[in-house]
């Protein structure tokens, strides 16, 4: 490419990202992702998503440059084959700080995972859940019964997040939105937003009766006894976007959608 950055291209297994793909190679020259400085990612925010876990798995988290070729694409740029070098030169970029998801099974087995977008509780059965919530290790909630909570960071408040009637959060506000979801009792609370610097804990208290999963953005853990969240400030990641089509931009108009 221009020599000044060593990308690799990452792209999702969809037919139509695979054919991005191979206009990308033809027009440019890439490199493996282990020698890579930035990686540009073809598909939508899922894929984006897994390219992101991918790096946090290796320890090695690179910059991301996302083209839409998914269905939402709120974490994305627009896709367009042309002009890519000055595009990334043009790039503003966002740090974006991810959560950690501590879970203890009801089989004493403890998963550790991240989560970019939101930690969810959610029930298995058709029995509500029954769970205990602390905040910084204090009982803020004896017992909320609902079909689930969710915390979520500021990149991911408005995904699932939002369509659970949680609020919407800017990018910098350095803050956790704490949102149940169908809430039975305690009926009127809609939530809590907290700083991110807040230890958040769950604990089922019928898991046998009520089994509860866990899930970190994509990645799920059956049958939880305890859940802890908290903000990974071990853990950094950097997304590139296009100055008209920036992330802070896109979560503040989110607001004003009817």
């Known amino acids: 490419m221009s020599g000044e950055r060593r990308l690799a291209l990452a792209a999702s297994p969809t037919e139509q990202a695979q054919v991005a793909a191979a206009d990308l190679r033809q027009r440019y020259d890439w490199v493996p992702i282990g020698e890579a400085e930035l990686v540009v990612a073809l598909g939508g925010d899922g894929f984006l998503l897994q390219t992101l876990h991918a790096m946090l798995d290796r320890h090695r988290a690179l910059p991301v440059f ?3 070729l998914g269905t939402v694409g709120f974490l994305m740029n627009e896709w367009s084959p042309d002009l890519l070098e000055s595009r990334i030169l043009r790039a503003r970029s966002f740090t ?15 998963v550790t995972y991240a989560a970019i977008n939101e930690v969810s509780l959610l029930r298995e059965t058709r029995q509500t859940a029954r769970l205990e919530v602390t905040v910084n290790g204090r009982v803020v909630l004896p017992e909320l019964v609902c079909d689930g909570v969710l915390a979520a960071t500021p990149a991911g408040s408005t995904a699932y997040n939002l369509s659970a009637h949680g609020p919407i959060l800017p990018l910098d506000s ?13 009926r009127r609370w809609r939530g809590a937003i907290l700083p991110d610097r807040t230890r958040i804990g769950f604990r089922v208290l019928d898991p046998v009766k009520r089994p509860v999963s866990a899930v970190a953005d994509q990645r799920e853990v059956r049958d939880v006894a305890t859940v802890e969240v908290a903000i990974d400030r071990s853990s950094t990641l950097t997304l590139l976007f296009d100055p008209e089509h920036a992330l802070d931009d896109r979560i503040t108009m989110e607001q004003f959608v009817i």
């Open 96 to 110: 974006v700080t991810p959560l950690r998801m501590t879970a203890t099974t009801v089989s004493g087995e403890v």
């Open 66 to 68: 996302g083209m839409n």
């Open 174 to 186: 350095s803050l956790i939105a704490l949102t149940p979801i169908s809430a039975f009792r305690p």
